[in-house]
């Protein structure tokens, strides 16, 4: 189980720094957009679902230019940050807004139903310890004929990093994440229609373990298990790490393995209509 309370303080620490190190997260999230791009769809109201620092929000209120934006997070920090991205000089002066800052756990949606025309979420949905349950609450705050797209991650992500630690500890470091059948699985039994979902694979590389480490700190990834409270650290126990990596590295370089899973489906019997 996610500790949601240790999380909240990780991702509250680094909201600040988050946007230097997110490179991979803003890829993943500017692949979603793209197949946002073909689906015909002409929100009102809009839920970012985990917005984080409120990237992927601004570029919601840009492509949808006189949407009703909630920017959701359990982070205040990051929600902090958000509000900073989207508001400009011209809305503070005037005192108006479009958007709306929520600070909850996504598990947590207290929503009225038929709210949203859009959920998107994006590299959130893997800090849910209940999808099934999570979903529902997602199918019943969408309009009938509303959009849920997201994305996460799949289990060959950080396998390599899994694989060592389970060797050399007594207990898991890394998160466990759900394949693409059982999330399919829960959409449709939940009432979400046509979903589909897709994979793509990511290679990050890194010099050394010290900076896999840092990278996956600095954007909040570490593990979050109740079961443990602290982090991938030690020398002796990093020493460990790095020796089993040599499995997997190649000229001295080590990879570290995302596997990203993006997916959408409809509210009810609704139908994809691609441009």
């Not at 793209?34 to 492509?63: A, S």
């Not at 705050?141 to 799949?154: A, E």
């Not at 002796?236 to 596997?259: R, V």
Request: charged content about 25%.
């Amino acid at each position: 189980m996610i500790d949601k309370e240790y999380k909240r303080k990780v991702f509250n620490r680094y909201a600040k720094t988050y946007d230097q190190y997110s490179s991979l997260q803003d890829k993943i999230s500017d692949n979603l957009f793209k197949k946002l791009d073909l689906i015909d769809i002409r929100p009102k109201v809009i839920l970012d679902l985990g917005c984080g620092t409120g990237r992927n929000g601004k570029i919601l209120k840009d492509k949808y230019k006189k949407i009703r934006l909630i920017n959701y997070d359990f982070s205040i920090n990051m929600l902090h940050e958000a509000k900073n991205k989207q508001h400009n000089l011209f809305n503070k002066i005037l005192g108006i807004s479009n958007s709306a800052f929520v600070c909850g756990d996504i598990e947590e949606l207290s929503f009225p139903e038929k709210t949203f025309d859009i959920i998107w979420s994006t590299s959130s949905l893997q800090w849910v310890n209940n999808l099934s349950e999570t979903f529902k609450r997602i199918q019943s705050t969408l309009k009938p004929g509303g959009l849920f797209i997201f994305s996460t991650f799949g289990p060959n992500t950080l396998f390599e990093l899994k694989s060592i630690t389970k060797k050399i500890s007594n207990y898991q470091k890394t998160n466990d994440f759900i394949d693409i059948q059982n999330i399919k699985d829960i959409l449709v039994d939940v009432g979400l229609r046509h979903p589909v979902i897709e994979t793509e694979e990511f290679r990050m590389t890194y010099k050394d373990i010290n900076t896999l480490f840092l990278d996956l700190k600095n954007i909040g990834a570490t593990s979050g298990f109740e079961s443990k409270k602290i982090g991938l650290s030690g020398k002796s126990y990093i020493k460990m790490i790095s020796d089993g990596y040599k499995q997997y590295s190649y000229d001295g370089i080590l990879p570290a393995t995302y596997e990203a899973v993006y997916g959408y489906a409809w509210n009810t019997n609704s139908k994809l209509n691609p441009k």
